[in-house]
Nanobody, 120 residues
Framework: QVQLVESGGGLVQPGGSLRLSCAAS????????MGWYRQAPGKQRELVAV???????NYADSVKGRFTISRDNAKNTVYLQMNSLKPEDTAVYYC??????????????WGQGTQVTVSS
Protein backbone atom coordinates (compact mmCIF):
# COMPACT_ATOMS: atom_id res chain seq x y z
CA GLN A 1 0.00 0.00 0.00
CA VAL A 2 1.28 3.40 -0.99
CA GLN A 3 -0.19 6.73 -0.05
CA LEU A 4 0.65 10.20 -1.29
CA VAL A 5 -0.27 13.15 0.88
CA GLU A 6 -0.18 16.63 -0.61
CA SER A 7 -0.16 19.96 1.15
CA GLY A 8 0.57 23.61 0.51
CA GLY A 9 -2.19 24.76 -1.80
CA GLY A 10 -4.29 27.81 -1.23
CA LEU A 11 -5.30 31.23 -2.43
CA VAL A 12 -2.57 33.65 -3.44
CA GLN A 13 -2.39 36.97 -5.24
CA PRO A 14 -0.77 37.28 -8.66
CA GLY A 15 2.97 37.50 -8.23
CA GLY A 16 2.86 35.57 -4.99
CA SER A 17 4.39 32.25 -4.06
CA LEU A 18 3.33 28.87 -2.79
CA ARG A 19 5.26 25.75 -1.93
CA LEU A 20 3.60 22.40 -2.48
CA SER A 21 4.79 19.21 -0.89
CA CYS A 22 3.96 15.58 -1.44
CA ALA A 23 5.11 12.77 0.81
CA ALA A 24 4.98 9.16 -0.28
CA SER A 25 4.72 6.40 2.27
CA UNK A 26 4.10 2.70 2.32
CA UNK A 27 5.57 -0.31 0.58
CA UNK A 28 8.06 1.33 -1.77
CA UNK A 29 11.07 -0.47 -3.13
CA UNK A 30 12.29 2.35 -5.29
CA UNK A 31 11.03 5.53 -6.87
CA UNK A 32 11.68 6.11 -10.54
CA UNK A 33 10.31 9.63 -10.79
CA MET A 34 8.30 12.19 -8.90
CA GLY A 35 6.38 14.98 -10.48
CA TRP A 36 3.54 17.43 -10.46
CA TYR A 37 0.57 17.68 -12.78
CA ARG A 38 -2.24 20.17 -12.79
CA GLN A 39 -5.75 20.32 -14.14
CA ALA A 40 -7.67 23.52 -14.66
CA PRO A 41 -11.46 23.52 -15.00
CA GLY A 42 -12.52 22.20 -18.38
CA LYS A 43 -8.99 21.31 -19.39
CA GLN A 44 -6.91 18.16 -19.58
CA ARG A 45 -4.39 17.31 -16.94
CA GLU A 46 -0.94 18.50 -17.91
CA LEU A 47 2.56 17.86 -16.71
CA VAL A 48 4.01 20.75 -14.73
CA ALA A 49 7.37 19.38 -13.66
CA VAL A 50 9.08 16.05 -13.16
CA UNK A 51 12.28 15.01 -11.44
CA UNK A 52 13.39 11.51 -12.41
CA UNK A 53 15.69 9.53 -10.19
CA UNK A 54 19.12 9.98 -11.71
CA UNK A 55 17.81 12.26 -14.43
CA UNK A 56 17.33 15.90 -15.27
CA UNK A 57 14.37 17.94 -14.20
CA ASN A 58 11.83 18.86 -16.82
CA TYR A 59 9.32 21.69 -16.78
CA ALA A 60 6.37 22.75 -18.83
CA ASP A 61 7.25 25.80 -20.90
CA SER A 62 4.57 27.79 -19.13
CA VAL A 63 6.30 27.47 -15.74
CA LYS A 64 9.98 27.58 -16.67
CA GLY A 65 11.83 30.19 -14.69
CA ARG A 66 9.05 30.45 -12.13
CA PHE A 67 8.64 26.97 -10.64
CA THR A 68 11.27 24.72 -9.10
CA ILE A 69 10.83 21.04 -8.39
CA SER A 70 12.99 19.32 -5.80
CA ARG A 71 13.16 16.06 -3.87
CA ASP A 72 14.10 14.90 -0.43
CA ASN A 73 14.88 11.29 -1.15
CA ALA A 74 15.30 10.33 2.50
CA LYS A 75 11.72 11.42 3.15
CA ASN A 76 10.27 10.28 -0.20
CA THR A 77 9.00 13.80 -0.60
CA VAL A 78 8.76 16.04 -3.64
CA TYR A 79 8.28 19.79 -3.53
CA LEU A 80 7.14 22.39 -5.98
CA GLN A 81 8.20 25.93 -5.26
CA MET A 82 5.95 28.23 -7.25
CA ASN A 83 6.97 31.85 -7.62
CA SER A 84 5.58 34.72 -9.66
CA LEU A 85 2.23 33.01 -9.79
CA LYS A 86 -0.22 33.97 -12.50
CA PRO A 87 -3.99 33.56 -12.70
CA GLU A 88 -3.47 30.95 -15.41
CA ASP A 89 -1.67 28.81 -12.84
CA THR A 90 -5.00 28.27 -11.11
CA ALA A 91 -5.69 24.55 -11.07
CA VAL A 92 -5.82 21.46 -8.94
CA TYR A 93 -2.27 20.23 -8.57
CA TYR A 94 -1.63 16.52 -8.33
CA CYS A 95 1.49 14.79 -7.16
CA UNK A 96 2.58 11.78 -9.19
CA UNK A 97 5.04 9.10 -8.19
CA UNK A 98 6.31 6.34 -10.45
CA UNK A 99 7.62 3.53 -8.30
CA UNK A 100 8.40 -0.12 -7.93
CA UNK A 101 7.06 -2.27 -5.13
CA UNK A 102 9.05 -5.10 -3.63
CA UNK A 103 7.99 -7.49 -6.38
CA UNK A 104 9.50 -4.97 -8.83
CA UNK A 105 6.11 -4.21 -10.31
CA UNK A 106 5.76 -0.66 -11.61
CA UNK A 107 2.98 1.64 -10.51
CA UNK A 108 1.84 5.20 -10.87
CA UNK A 109 0.39 6.76 -7.76
CA TRP A 110 -1.46 10.04 -7.49
CA GLY A 111 -2.00 12.40 -4.63
CA GLN A 112 -5.42 13.62 -3.66
CA GLY A 113 -4.93 16.98 -5.33
CA THR A 114 -4.52 20.40 -3.81
CA GLN A 115 -6.24 23.53 -5.08
CA VAL A 116 -4.11 26.48 -6.11
CA THR A 117 -6.02 29.65 -6.85
CA VAL A 118 -4.23 32.76 -8.08
CA SER A 119 -6.51 35.75 -7.92
CA SER A 120 -6.58 39.31 -6.70
Amino acid sequence: QVQLVESGGGLVQPGGSLRLSCAASGSIFSINAMGWYRQAPGKQRELVAVIPTGGRTNYADSVKGRFTISRDNAKNTVYLQMNSLKPEDTAVYYCNVKLRDYSRSRYDYWGQGTQVTVSS
